[in-house]
């Protein structure tokens, strides 16, 4: 995730203290000194909604039984466990849709009970005014929507007429109980037309965050990589994503603003504030400097319904152990797999332009699961919209200023 709040406004928020600390770049197996990796838990594969861009490939809920075959409750009480020894900071439990989930609620109980930090992302459609009272009283820290349009856009993107509504009806329900909120955009061809129109939203609805998200290709994302944003139109989503944080933020209102799996984005946001905001330029560098750029295998790890653990939530065909045969805390730390132990040096790895690359230090090599469903797990990721000119931009900076 690159924080454009913090970036460019200097706002803080929660996850500045896993992003953007010291030894954050320098951990293999952890999020930053003595902690564990950020664990997104996919704890089952039934959803209500038959998004066409899931990569999970989730499948229509029958009912409100647990997934065959899936972890019992005991099993995944005895996860949270070892993800708290292993001192994991948070738990982002995801699915399908993981309100589906029976047992949720004592999940989330315990997981709070051992001090680690418990995140939902839901498509909200599930959210009453009851359900968000309880999830404020259970603990959780922050709970994602996702909305991927307004009104029809979403209810195409999502499968499902009248998602949009029912989503939005969860944002306000977390809202008015309390309950820590925001929304989660993916952005394609079909729906990039109404990013400005989410912006309006977040200023309309006094949302408190927001993460704007770059396609991934897989699960059912893989059959829509011709309606990714072109190398321009990233730029341009890009650029008013820029203007209306800065105009947010201009206004008083303190939302966070971030992007979400592609980190070809800090080194376009900081040679943006080369050319119009100079004086916070070296303050950008510093904090991306000091994040690293792509942590999958190091700091963010996925774990699904069955158990399987994966480097990231989208290389669901790269399973590197499963925690009923060994516990997560030892596939983790040992990270003797081959792909982590790719991932975690990957440099002399990569090939392409990743490998002459200006920015590896702010990037690192970007998305391996996306290089890989492009032909080449160590080639370009093909969703780097850098031009050649500006990866080898790196201590020339000065051209930018003209």
């Known amino acids: 995730m690159i924080s454009v709040s913090r970036l460019l406004c200097d706002a803080p928020a929660y996850g500045d203290g896993l992003r953007?600390?010291?030894?954050?770049?320098?951990?293999?197996?952890?999020?930053?000194?003595?902690?564990?990796?950020v664990v997104v838990w996919n704890v089952t594969p039934a959803c209500n909604l038959r998004c066409a861009h899931c990569y999970y490939d989730a499948v229509p809920a029958r009912g409100e039984s647990p997934a065959r075959d899936g972890l019992s409750t005991d099993e995944a009480l005895a996860l949270l466990d070892d993800l708290a020894r292993f001192r994991v900071p948070?738990?982002?439990?995801?699915?399908?849709?993981?309100?589906?989930?029976?047992?949720?609620e004592r999940l989330i109980g315990r997981a709070v009970e051992l001090?680690?930090?418990?995140?939902?992302?839901?498509?909200?459609?599930l959210i009453t005014r009851e359900r968000a009272a309880r999830l404020r009283e259970l603990g959780v820290s922050y709970v994602g929507v996702s909305l991927d349009g307004v009104g029809e856009a979403n209810d195409r993107?999502?499968?499902?007429?009248?998602?949009?509504?029912?989503?939005?009806?969860g944002i306000r329900?977390?809202?008015?109980?309390?309950?820590?909120?925001?929304?989660?955009?993916?952005?394609?061809?079909?729906n990039v037309s109404d990013l400005g129109l989410i912006f309006d939203l977040i200023a309309e609805e006094g949302i408190p965050r927001a993460c704007f998200y770059h396609l991934v290709y897989s699960g059912r994302g893989a059959e829509m990589m011709a309606q990714d944003l072109s190398p321009a139109e990233r730029r341009r989503?890009?650029?008013?994503?820029?203007?209306?944080?800065l105009a947010l933020h201009a206004s008083g209102r303190q939302v966070e603003i971030?992007?979400?799996?592609?980190?070809?984005?800090?080194?376009?946001?900081?040679?943006?504030?080369?050319?119009?905001?100079?004086?916070?330029?070296?303050?950008?560098?510093?904090?991306?400097?000091?994040?690293?750029?792509?942590?999958?295998?190091?700091?963010?790890?996925?774990?699904?319904?069955?158990?399987?653990?994966?480097?990231?939530?989208?290389?669901?065909?790269?399973?590197?152990?499963?925690?009923?045969?060994?516990?997560?805390?030892?596939?983790?730390g040992r990270g003797d797999h081959p792909v982590l132990q790719g991932l975690r040096q990957r440099r002399g790895l990569l090939r392409g332009r990743c490998r002459g690359c200006g920015w590896l230090d702010v990037c690192n090599g970007n998305f391996r699961a996306r290089a890989e469903a492009a032909g080449d797990m160590w080639g370009d990721d093909p969703a780097c919209y850098l031009s050649d000119e500006e990866i080898a931009a790196t201590g020339r900076e000065e051209r930018w200023t003209a």
């Open 115 to 125: 001090g680690i930090r418990t995140v939902i992302s839901t498509n909200g459609t």
């Open 20 to 37: 953007y600390v010291p030894s954050a770049r320098s951990q293999v197996a952890g999020t930053h000194a003595g902690a564990g990796p």
């Open 237 to 245: 989503a890009l650029d008013l994503i820029i203007e209306r944080t």
């Open 90 to 104: 948070v738990v982002l439990f995801s699915g399908g849709e993981p309100l589906l989930l029976p047992d949720l």
């Open 258 to 332: 971030l992007t979400v799996d592609n980190h070809a984005d800090g080194p376009y946001i900081y040679l943006w504030a080369l050319r119009h905001r100079p004086q916070v330029a070296a303050r950008v560098l510093e904090l991306l400097r000091l994040n690293g750029g792509n942590r999958s295998g190091v700091a963010i790890a996925a774990i699904d319904h069955l158990g399987n653990v994966y480097p990231d939530q989208f290389s669901r065909h790269q399973p590197v152990g499963n925690v009923r045969e060994r516990p997560f805390s030892e596939i983790w």
């Open 157 to 169: 993107m999502r499968g499902v007429p009248g998602a949009y509504r029912a989503a939005l009806d």
């Open 173 to 190: 329900n977390c809202l008015a109980a309390g309950q820590r909120v925001g929304l989660r955009f993916t952005m394609t061809r079909e």
